[in-house]
T-cell receptor
Framework: EDQVTQSPEALRLQEGESSSLNCSYT??????LFWYRQDPGKGPEFLFT???AGEEKEKERLKATLTKKESFLHITAPKPEDSATYLC?????????FGKGTRLSVIA | DAGVTQSPTHLIKTRGQHVTLRCSPI?????VSWYQQVLGQGPQFIFQ???????GRGNFPDRFSARQFPNYSSELNVNALLLGDSALYLC???????????????FGSGTRLTVV
């Protein structure tokens, strides 16, 4: 059974304080690992897809990396507008399996 | 371009009632998936449809059903509502069926269902 575990559950950062979010996964035949951002009461917003170990993707202050067992979402010098829940999901032989998310708060 | 649109945005129903949720995918997208997101949890897969055929079903009871229309829009139906069905119901569309969705699945803003 495909599984995704995200840590920490919640993270509070000062503006400018860089950190990383973790996504550990087990999946039969990884077809893709996805990162989404979700604001309260809204649907998830697509950030990145990673396909193979060693791959990295960047977008503004965010950088996603992938190993055979984990993915990290690095946030560099975060701003208050980066506050949201970040979801990790894997696609194997079934549609997306999500983790519970990391709730990020960035304080000015 | 319009994104994925869902209706209604909010809904309050009584236990035992039936509900129909609607989704219009991005123009050109032929695959629609439904997810249930309970507060504090990640979305959980319910159904996937591609070209009007069911391509996958999650671990949900038979009270949940769905269909996809010729214009690729979709409906999710839930019968005999329970308090535990209260959740955000998300629809996602992609241009691919069972293959890899390179640009990810695009989600709508969801329908917030409250069962009282």
């Amino acid at each position: 059974e495909d599984q995704v575990t995200q840590s920490p559950e919640a993270l509070r950062l000062q503006e400018g304080e860089s950190s990383s979010l973790n996504c550990s996964y087990t999946v039969s035949g990884l077809r893709g690992l996805f990162w989404y951002r979700q604001d309260p009461g809204k649907g998830p917003e697509f950030l990145f897809t990673l396909y193979s170990a060693g791959e990295e993707k960047e977008k503004e202050r965010l950088k996603a990396t992938l190993t055979k067992k984990e993915s990290f979402l690095h946030i560099t010098a975060p701003k208050p507008e980066d506050s949201a829940t970040y979801l990790c999901a894997v696609q194997g032989n079934t549609p997306l399996v999500f983790g519970k998310g990391t709730r990020l708060s960035v304080i000015a | 371009d319009a994104g994925v649109t869902q209706s209604p945005t909010h809904l309050i129903k009584t236990r035992g009632q039936h509900v129909t949720l609607r989704c219009s995918p991005i123009s050109g997208h032929k695959s629609v998936s439904w997810y249930q997101q309970v507060l504090g949890q990640g979305p959980q897969f319910i159904f996937q449809y591609y070209e009007k055929e069911e391509r996958g079903r999650g671990n949900f009871p038979d009270r949940f059903s769905a269909r996809q229309f010729p214009n690729y829009s979709s409906e999710l139906n839930v019968n005999a509502l329970l308090l535990g069905d209260s959740a955000l119901y998300l629809c996602a569309s992609s241009s691919e069926g069972q293959g890899l969705a390179y640009y990810g699945y695009t989600f709508g803003s969801g329908t917030r269902l409250t069962v009282v």
